[in-house]
């Protein structure tokens, strides 16, 4: 089955870019997924990036992936303190479409 | 439209208790998916259900069993409650089986005691 590896935590001030990593191992993985989970709340679908992409940009948010070397990235510019929450990103081969294997996400937060 | 709506949003249940969760999809949705989120950890995948039949199912024993109905509500049924069924239960739906990214509820903070 996929695994998923984040790490845990990024601190970051406001108006700096935050880059929160992500590896995975299962390379039949053919959409990628970024979601962000604020306090008590369910998951908001971010952004994603198809496998045959290396880069996808969406406002102030940048996905980068390398598929040879399975890593994932979600890059956000100018970090605001509304950012602050715990991202996930969810690789899906497209037999395992919507039964994601998240990992323990990484939780962001913003200083001002 | 309306999003995805998750019933109730907390509830305390006593070990060896049966329970049941409510999920209404997005309008347009055919498609659920539940999962279970332990605090700390990301949710995990517990079975996913496609026009009414289950399609799919994560690494959970039989005594979490599910339904959807015509109109593409849903439901997740967990018998005989265990300390470690406390969770955020989270439903998400979609247009489609295939891959489309989903709308996730709120979701049900279960704690059992």
């Known amino acids: 089955g996929e695994d998923v590896e984040q790490s845990l935590f990024l601190s970051v001030r406001e108006g700096d870019s935050s880059v929160i990593n992500c590896t995975y191992t299962d390379s039949s993985s053919t959409y990628l997924y970024w979601y962000k989970q604020e306090p008590g709340a369910g998951l908001q679908l971010l952004t994603y990036i198809f496998s045959n992409m290396d880069m996808k940009q969406d406002q102030r948010l940048t996905v980068l992936l390398n598929k040879k070397d399975k890593h994932l990235s979600l890059r956000i510019a100018d970090t605001q303190t509304g950012d602050s929450a715990i991202y996930f990103c969810?690789?899906?081969?497209?037999?395992?479409?919507?039964?994601?294997?998240f990992g323990d996400g990484t939780t962001l937060t913003v200083k001002p | 439209e309306t999003g995805v709506t998750q019933s109730p949003t907390h509830l305390i249940k006593t070990r060896g208790q049966q329970v049941t969760l409510r999920c209404s999809s997005q309008s347009g949705h055919n498609t659920v998916s539940w999962y279970q989120q332990a605090l700390g950890q990301g949710p995990q995948f517990i079975f996913q259900y496609y026009r009414e039949e289950e399609n799919g199912r994560g690494n959970f024993p039989p005594r979490f069993s599910g339904l959807q109905f015509p109109n593409y509500s849903s439901e997740l049924n967990v018998n005989a409650l265990e300390l470690d069924d406390s969770a955020l239960y989270l439903c998400?739906?979609?247009?489609?089986?295939?891959?489309?990214?989903?709308?996730f509820g709120s979701g049900t903070r279960l704690t059992v005691v």
């Open positions: 998400a739906s979609s247009p489609g089986s295939g891959s489309y990214g989903y709308t």
């Open positions: 969810a690789p899906e081969a497209e037999a395992n479409a919507g039964k994601s294997t």
